[in-house]
C-alpha cells in the first residue's frame, strides 16, 4: 500500500519540479530576450525619433549609445552584486527597472528625457545580463545544464539579428514609443515568473565600491574612446590609454582577494582567456557582417531595402535551424571542437559573400549568409558551455559578467572598424572588405577553438 502511494507522489514531486524549471527559464529567456533585443531595435528607429522630438540626427544618436554605456559599465559590478547579494535579488531589480524605464521611454517628450530613462534601461537590462548565467547554473539539472547554456546564447544571437527587422515591423504598425511599451507585458511575464528562481544565498562579501567606480569609469573611457579614436585621435587615443592604466590599476589592487571584481583569477586559467578571446573575435565578425551586408547588397548587387530585409533573415533564420538540434550536438561532441567548426563555417560562409561576383545576383550572397548564421549559431552555444563552466560553480556571476561584456566589446570593436574601412574606401569597396576581415576574426575564432581541442 505504501509502495503504491509512493510512486504517485514521487511522479507529482518530478511535475512540480519540472514546471519550476519551466516557470523559472520562462523569467530568464522572456527578459533576457527583451534586453538584447532592445540594443538592436531602436537604431532602425532613430530617424523617426529625431523628426518626432526635433533633435538633430547626430544627438538622437545618444538614444541608443546610453543604452550600450549603461550596459557595458554596470555588468561586472551587478555580477559581483549577484554573487555577494544572491542573483535571484539582482534579477527581479534588473527586470523591474528595466520596465519602469520602458515606460519612462514610451513616455518621453524630449531628447533629454528620453536618454535618460534609456541610460536607466541599460542598467536595469545589465542586470539581467550580468547574472543570466549564475541563474541557469543553479536553476537547470547538471545533464540539461549544457543544453540550457546553449538556448541561453541562442536566445541573445536571434534578439540582436532580428533587431532591426522586428524595430522595423513595429513602426510600420505604430510610433517608436510603441518600441518601448511593448517591454511592458513581456517584462510583467519574466516579473510574474521569477517567482520560481532558486532563492540562492549570497556569499555576503562586501563589494569594493572604489573598484566598482574605476571599473564603469575604465569601460566608459575605453568605448567612448574607440568611437572618438577615428574622428578625433588625439581625444580617443587619450581615453582609451587612461582606460588601460585604470586596468593595470584594477588588476594590482584586486589581486590576490577572493572574488575580484574585474575577475583576474578565472583569467589565470588559459582556456577560459582563450574562450574570451575567441567569443571577442566572433562577435566583432558578427557586426561587421551585419553593418558590411546591406551596403554590399544595396551598392555591390543592386537590391532594394526590402529585399535586402529579405536577404538578412538568412543569418537569424539558420540560427534557429541550429537552436532545434544543439543540444544534440553537444552530447555527441566537444565544446572546443564545436567552436572550432563552427567559426570555420562562418569564415568560409563571409569569404564567400565578400568575393561572390555582382553579376550572379543575391543568391550566392544568400547562401553564403544561411552558411555564415549556421556557423555562427553552432559556435556560440559550445564557446558560452567552454567559458561558463569552466568557472567554479561559486563565480558563475563574474563569469556571466565577462561573457556579455566580451559581447559588448567585441560588436563595439566591429562597429568602429567598419567605420573606419567606409572612411577610407568608397562604393562597395569597403563593405567587401568588411566582410573579409570579419572573415579573418572568424578563422581567429576557429584555431583558438583548435589549440583548445588539442590542449584537452
Given at each position: 500500500m505504501s509502495e503504491c502511494q509512493t510512486a504517485p507522489q514521487a511522479v507529482g514531486e518530478e511535475e512540480a519540479g519540472a514546471a519550476r524549471i519551466g516557470l523559472a527559464l520562462t523569467a530568464i529567456y522572456s527578459a533576457l530576450t527583451l534586453v538584447a533585443l532592445d540594443i538592436a531595435v531602436v537604431n532602425v528607429a532613430l530617424p523617426t525619433?529625431?523628426?518626432?522630438?526635433?533633435?538633430?540626427?547626430?544627438?538622437?544618436?545618444?538614444?541608443?549609445?546610453?543604452?550600450?554605456?549603461?550596459?557595458?559599465?554596470?555588468?561586472?559590478?551587478?555580477?559581483?552584486?549577484?554573487?555577494?547579494?544572491?542573483?535571484?535579488?539582482?534579477?527581479?531589480?534588473?527586470?523591474?527597472?528595466?520596465?519602469?524605464?520602458?515606460?519612462?521611454?514610451?513616455?518621453?517628450?524630449?531628447?533629454?528625457?528620453?536618454?535618460?530613462?534609456?541610460?536607466?534601461?541599460?542598467?536595469?537590462?545589465?542586470?539581467?545580463?550580468?547574472?543570466?548565467?549564475?541563474?541557469?547554473?543553479?536553476?537547470?539539472?547538471?545533464?540539461?545544464?549544457?543544453?540550457?547554456?546553449?538556448?541561453?546564447?541562442?536566445?541573445?544571437?536571434?534578439?540582436?539579428?532580428?533587431?532591426?527587422?522586428?524595430?522595423?515591423?513595429?513602426?510600420?504598425?505604430?510610433?517608436?514609443?510603441?518600441?518601448?511599451?511593448?517591454?511592458?507585458?513581456?517584462?510583467?511575464?519574466?516579473?510574474?515568473?521569477?517567482?520560481?528562481?532558486?532563492?540562492?544565498?549570497?556569499?555576503?562579501r562586501r563589494v569594493d565600491a572604489l573598484s566598482a567606480s574605476v571599473s564603469a569609469g575604465m569601460f566608459a573611457m575605453f568605448f567612448v574612446g574607440a568611437g572618438r579614436l577615428?574622428?578625433?585621435?588625439?581625444?580617443?587615443?587619450?581615453?582609451?590609454?587612461?582606460?588601460?592604466?585604470?586596468?593595470?590599476?584594477?588588476?594590482?589592487?584586486?589581486?590576490?582577494?577572493?572574488?575580484?571584481?574585474?575577475?583576474?583569477?578565472?583569467?589565470?586559467?588559459?582556456?577560459?582567456?582563450?574562450?574570451?578571446?575567441?567569443?571577442?573575435?566572433?562577435?566583432?565578425?558578427?557586426?561587421?557582417?551585419?553593418?558590411?551586408?546591406?551596403?554590399?547588397?544595396q551598392i555591390g548587387l543592386g537590391s532594394g531595402v526590402v529585399a535586402t530585409g529579405l536577404y538578412m533573415t538568412a543569418w537569424p533564420l539558420a540560427i534557429i535551424a541550429v537552436a532545434s538540434f544543439s543540444g544534440r550536438l553537444a552530447a555527441r561532441f566537444a565544446a572546443s571542437r564545436l567552436c572550432s567548426t563552427g567559426t570555420l563555417v562562418l569564415a568560409i560562409g563571409l569569404i564567400s559573400a565578400a568575393a561572390s561576383p555582382a553579376r550572379l545576383g543575391p543568391w550566392p550572397v544568400l547562401a553564403a549568409m544561411a552558411a555564415s548564421g549556421l556557423g555562427f549559431g553552432v559556435f556560440q552555444p559550445a564557446n558560452n558551455r567552454l567559458l561558463l563552466l569552466s568557472a567554479p560553480k561559486a563565480r558563475s556571476g563574474a563569469a556571466g559578467g565577462v561573457q556579455a561584456t566580451t559581447r559588448l566589446f567585441g560588436q563595439t570593436m566591429g562597429a568602429t572598424a567598419m567605420t573606419a574601412l567606409f572612411q577610407l574606401f568608397a562604393g562597395d569597396a569597403?563593405?567587401?572588405?568588411?566582410?573579409?576581415?570579419?572573415?579573418?576574426?572568424a578563422l581567429a575564432a576557429s584555431a583558438i577553438g583548435a589549440f583548445n581541442a588539442r590542449s584537452v
Open positions: 525619433i529625431s523628426r518626432a522630438l526635433h533633435a538633430s540626427e547626430a544627438a538622437t544618436v545618444a538614444v541608443a549609445t546610453s543604452y550600450q554605456l549603461a550596459v557595458v559599465i554596470s555588468l561586472l559590478p551587478l555580477a559581483a552584486l549577484g554573487e555577494s547579494f544572491g542573483p535571484r535579488k539582482v534579477f527581479v531589480g534588473g527586470t523591474a527597472l528595466f520596465i519602469a524605464a520602458s515606460a519612462a521611454c514610451a513616455l518621453s517628450t524630449s531628447l533629454p528625457m528620453l536618454v535618460a530613462a534609456r541610460f536607466a534601461q541599460g542598467l536595469g537590462g545589465a542586470g539581467v545580463m550580468a547574472i543570466t548565467a549564475m541563474l541557469l547554473r543553479y536553476t537547470m539539472p547538471k545533464e540539461r545544464l549544457a543544453q540550457a547554456i546553449g538556448w541561453n546564447a541562442v536566445a541573445v544571437a536571434l534578439a540582436g539579428a532580428a533587431g532591426p527587422t522586428v524595430g522595423a515591423l513595429i513602426l510600420s504598425a505604430a510610433g517608436w514609443p510603441w518600441l518601448f511599451a511593448i517591454n511592458l507585458p513581456i517584462g510583467a511575464l519574466a516579473l510574474f515568473a521569477a517567482r520560481a528562481l532558486p532563492a540562492v544565498p549570497g556569499t555576503g577615428l574622428e578625433r585621435p588625439a581625444v580617443g587615443g587619450a581615453l582609451i590609454v587612461a582606460a588601460l592604466a585604470c586596468l593595470v590599476g584594477l588588476v594590482r589592487r584586486e589581486r590576490g582577494t577572493p572574488a575580484p571584481l574585474v575577475p583576474v583569477d578565472l583569467f589565470a586559467a588559459p582556456a577560459f582567456r582563450r574562450t574570451v578571446v575567441a567569443s571577442a573575435c566572433t562577435f566583432c565578425a558578427q557586426v561587421m557582417s551585419f553593418v558590411a551586408l546591406p551596403f554590399h547588397f569597403a563593405p567587401r572588405l568588411g566582410l573579409a576581415a570579419a572573415a579573418a576574426f
